[in-house]
Each structure stands twice: as C-alpha cells, then as structure tokens.
C-alpha cells in the first residue's frame, strides 16, 4: 500500500527570493576571497578590460535582469496598494483541514 503525500510547490516569489539571496551570498564570499588573496577589492576596469568585447553584452543582460526585477517589484507593489489588503486572509476564517 502507497502512502500518497500531498507536497504544495513553493510559491514563484519563494524561489526568487532564494534567488537573490543565494546570489547576493555567493557576491559578497566572492567578494571576500579576492580580498583576502589580493589585498585588495575588485577593481571595475580590470574586470571589464578581462571581459573583452562581450563586456557591453554582459552589463546589457545584467540591465535587463535588473530592469525586470523592478518593473516586477512596482508592479507587486501597485497591486498591494490597489487591493487594500483584501487579499490578506483572516485566520478565523480558514476551515481546519481533515
């Protein structure tokens, strides 16, 4: 006999927000590591001169990426002031579940 499990998948604002915090992580140790090698932070010119001919590309997608995250930011933020909280359940309303 199976047991069946019922799992609910993570929500999308979950998974970005573990996003972020993983990359910002991995930034910052990174970060930390050439300094504590070099002695010195990284340097933004060396790194685009690294980067060659794809640095344009490469700052471009990075604009993109931050230009979503805040058109999906304002847009979460319109949509909280336009519903006045209306969709914040009560927990006296919630049936408990068999």
């Known amino acids: ?12 604002s979950t998974i ?7 990359w910002f992580g991995a930034s910052l140790f ?7 090698i070099n002695g010195v932070p990284y340097d933004t010119n060396i790194m685009l001169d690294a980067a060659g001919s794809f640095a344009w ?4 997608i990075e604009l993109l990426v931050w230009g979503i995250i805040a058109c999906l930011l304002i847009g979460k933020f319109l949509n909280r002031i ?3 909280g209306h969709e914040i359940v009560s927990t006296d309303t919630i ?3 068999a």
Do not use: C, H, K, T
């Not at 990174?30 to 504590?36: E, G, P, R």
């Open 16 to 22: 970005s927000w573990y996003a972020v915090f993983v």
């Open 1 to 12: 006999m199976e047991r069946e499990e019922y799992r609910e998948d993570w929500a999308l």
């Open 30 to 36: 990174s970060q930390v590591a050439y300094l504590a």
């Open 57 to 60: 590309i490469i700052i471009g």
């Open 82 to 84: 336009s519903n006045d």
């Open 95 to 97: 049936a408990p579940q």
